[in-house]
């Protein structure tokens, strides 16, 4: 996510023995997996929040929206969609018997920032990490938001990871290989983490259970999320990055001067296997149905769940049918779903915005 107008108790570490020939990850080590590997569940959260949304006409639009994801979703896998008690009633007729719905008061729909972030360890065993979701850096009120990881975590019975990085799960890719991807903006920042870069990748690569970090400047105080990477470039597989730029070349925009910049490190970047990155190159829509500069129009904020890559579509029928193709091209054997979900580009998200998995153990 990126322009949204806003301006322990287990240390996570057992020696590994061997290493899972499936991840290159060492068993007995907490770590994410990559976003395709069988899932168990998706996660999605119901918004409510009316100082967040004071409009009622368009929370209606956004709630909307999050139950046709839940129900795209559910023709693949479960869904567990989180909301209090005292809405259920009003989303049940919205949702099919694929989307259950568990008591765990939310604010806002951002499962992916404020969720469970789950991690396993090679043999079997499931843990929440804690990323100690703060708002965005006090940008936005969160009291129930910040409570979902502890409360899942509580809910299912599975230890909460903590160890004292803050932030969101937006703001890092993984290749469930061992590599992140990351702008610094949402990470090295005061309103996160104070520390020095080499202190944050640290915590970084505990919580990921990962050995190479590949950061980019990125741009703080531009948008709510200081640039998400999850709206720029996304990994595909392992040694593989797909990333999507402007149609438009403007020297004076600098997310466009950003987004070349993390490109061009991309591009001469090596993994922790060794591998150069190969990048697949997209371009944003030139003549999507909303013509807004705040607008986020992102094909690469797609969600990969089983069987389906689940994704945006913006109206402009060119643009959207080379990203859809490119996506099928890059994710094999999966089904591509084209949505609409204006109402999430509104608010400068997208559909891997408002998802997270539960890996399968």
Not at 124 to 152: M, Y
Not at 263 to 280: M, N, S
Not at 331 to 343: C, I, K, Q, T
Request: contains cysteine; proline residues 7%.
């Amino acid at each position: 996510m990126m322009r949204r107008h806003v301006l322990a108790a287990l240390a996570g570490t057992a020696a590994a023995s061997f290493t899972s020939r499936a991840t290159g990850q060492p068993t007995g080590r907490w770590y994410v997996p990559a976003e395709d590997t069988p899932h168990e569940r998706t996660f999605l959260q119901w918004p409510v929040d009316r100082t967040v949304y004071p409009e009622r006409w368009f929370l209606d639009e956004v709630q909307h929206t999050i139950a046709t994801l839940a129900n795209t979703i559910a023709a693949f896998e479960p869904v567990v969609l989180l909301a209090a008690a005292e809405h259920h009633a009003a989303i049940a007729p919205q949702v099919t018997d694929a989307v259950t719905l568990w008591d765990i008061p939310t604010d806002d729909l951002w499962a992916r920032d404020s969720g469970p972030l789950f991690v396993v360890d090679g043999t079997g065993d499931l843990a929440i990490r804690h990323v100690n979701f703060n708002g965005w850096g006090g940008k936005q009120r969160h009291p129930n938001d910040g409570e979902i990881a502890c409360r899942v975590a509580e809910r299912m019975a599975l230890p909460l990871l903590d160890n004292g990085l803050v932030g969101e799960p937006g703001g890092v890719e993984q290749d469930g290989a061992g590599t992140l991807i990351a702008h610094e903006s949402s990470w090295v920042n005061p309103n996160r983490n104070p520390g020095s870069l080499a202190e944050v990748e640290a915590l970084l690569l505990d919580a990921y259970g990962a050995d190479r970090m590949i950061w980019a400047p990125g741009l703080a105080g531009q948008d709510i999320t200081d640039y998400h990477i999850d709206a720029l470039a996304r990994f595909t597989a392992p040694g593989e990055v797909l990333i999507q730029m402007p149609a438009e070349d403007d020297p004076s925009d600098p997310w466009l001067r950003t987004a070349r910049e993390t490109r061009d490190i991309l591009a001469a970047a090596i993994d922790v296997a060794g591998r150069p990155l190969r990048l697949t190159e997209i371009q944003d829509p030139a003549r999507p149905r909303v013509h807004d500069a705040e607008f986020l129009a992102s094909y690469v904020n797609y969600y990969v769940c089983n069987g389906a890559v689940i994704m945006a579509r913006f109206g402009d029928a060119e643009a959207d049918a080379a990203a859809q193709q490119a996506i099928a091209v890059l994710h094999p054997g999966r089904e591509v779903v084209a949505l609409d979900a204006d109402a999430l580009g509104w608010i400068g998200g997208g559909i891997h915005c408002a998802t997270q998995q539960q890996p399968a153990v």
